[in-house]
């Protein structure tokens, strides 16, 4: 049995406004749960299923938690209909601190940056591809989905941990700093720039993918260096935003 | 008010398995609609929300349906908590004749070919990017998802009617018929196949695309002549499929 102090706290970091106010979020599976005890976040708390603890990858779990000194909770069968964030609860859970990234230091390499995407699914499938391009900075607009979010997470396939993602309270501001501090050049993606197969691979260079249905914003338009579009000639009228970004960083990478 | 026969029959067209028994779907929205009304496909029913008839991108619909000799019906609010399929009735719906398409009518240039992709999201994304990248042919194996599921057709934005979508019973006979009969040239992607910027354009072949967590079955690779990998350097795992697909259509478009 889980203490009463648990469930609430787990419920409440259901909610956007309490990952928030707490700074804490919370991630569901073994395979999260690992990469997250193998990552430099903090983990604070491991809930595993009593019943599933002999078993050898929650063994190793719980091991692996009370090495870091991360403290472990056993839940019953009750406890899991009032925990889990998903459908079927896989048996481990943990609590974990957000990390809280400054503009500053995502200023080494590319950087992919998204504005107001606002689906869970896409920036978590952006944040697996560039990782898997070997891409290490995201920027966020402040009205990107929260990336705390245990939809996005999941999207994540566990790459959340291996790159550095920033969430800015103003983008244009942050754009200006990292161009006049730190010398980078600004791409957006949209419909009408130059042909997507002209882009080269630059360490000092900022790309950025807009919303689903709006793209970019237009007052972002002054500070951005070049436009490129990916080059269609079927019918459809747009892409999804994780192709095009998926698109590009294959072009950037080498 | 709709004539309960109707409400009736759009229900059951909810699922899967009236949706194969009556050989029609149900596309919700008025780009869906539209999209539909202009392509060759056969249109048997058009619903409009009654209070928005007189608006002109509705009353446009209506003529539009009523020259191509559809039934029109109107609904009131009643009849939408009945009949809708998204949260809010986007005020429009059609009624389509599925059209079924063989595996020699997409032998025409070069298909994509899904095996067991489950999720309707990333079928519907695959073939929006196809049609972005001018691709015309999709072949679909006999467990990926159901084309004509609500969801997958929201995912396409439209480009289900500009695609040859064809769907097997047995995707092994059919490949092997493609390649015997066509002379198609049969790839696929994996994990640890050549590099995919070897890949050149070519007029007959096939790229398959394994599930989202499977890759392709093993029975296949005895017909399969050449297996590519896209070449990533960071932490990830795998890649989405909708993902994977879309960086090989780009690399294949010129």
Redesign the interface.
């Known amino acids: 049995m889980l203490e009463f102090s648990i469930i609430k706290h787990l419920n409440k970091l259901k909610q956007k406004k309490f990952r928030k106010e707490e700074k804490e979020f919370v991630v569901e599976g073994i395979k999260g749960v690992v990469d997250a005890l193998n990552s430099e976040m903090e983990v604070i708390l491991v809930v595993v299923d009593g019943k599933l603890r002999d078993e050898k990858e929650f063994e190793k779990i719980i091991t692996k938690a009370e090495k870091k000194d991360v403290q472990v909770a056993f839940c019953g069968r009750n406890d899991i209909e009032k925990i889990k964030t998903t459908e079927t609860f896989p048996g481990v859970l943990a609590v974990i601190v957000q990390t809280e990234i400054l503009s500053d230091q995502i200023a080494d390499g590319p950087i992919i940056c998204l504005d107001a995407v606002k689906d869970p699914?896409n920036l978590g499938?952006i944040i697996?591809?560039?990782?898997?391009?070997?891409?290490k900075n995201i920027l966020l607009s402040e009205d990107t989905v929260d990336v705390y979010n245990p939809k996005t997470f999941r999207?994540t396939?566990?790459?959340i941990f291996?790159l550095n993602i920033a969430k800015t309270g103003n983008l244009l501001k942050t754009l200006e700093k990292l161009k006049k501090e730190y010398e980078y050049k600004i791409y957006s993606l949209d419909l009408k720039g130059e042909n997507h197969k002209n882009l080269k691979p630059e360490e000092r260079a900022i790309y950025i993918f807009g919303s689903e249905s709006q793209g970019t914003r237009p007052e972002l338009e002054k500070i951005v260096d070049k436009s490129y579009s990916?080059?269609?000639?079927?019918?459809?009228?747009?892409?999804?935003v994780?192709?095009s970004a998926?698109?590009i960083m294959?072009?950037l990478?080498s």
């Open positions: 699914g499938t697996r591809t560039a990782d898997w391009f070997g891409f999207s396939m566990g790459s291996h990916i080059a269609g000639h079927g019918q459809a009228e747009s892409l999804n994780a192709i998926a698109v294959d072009r990478s």
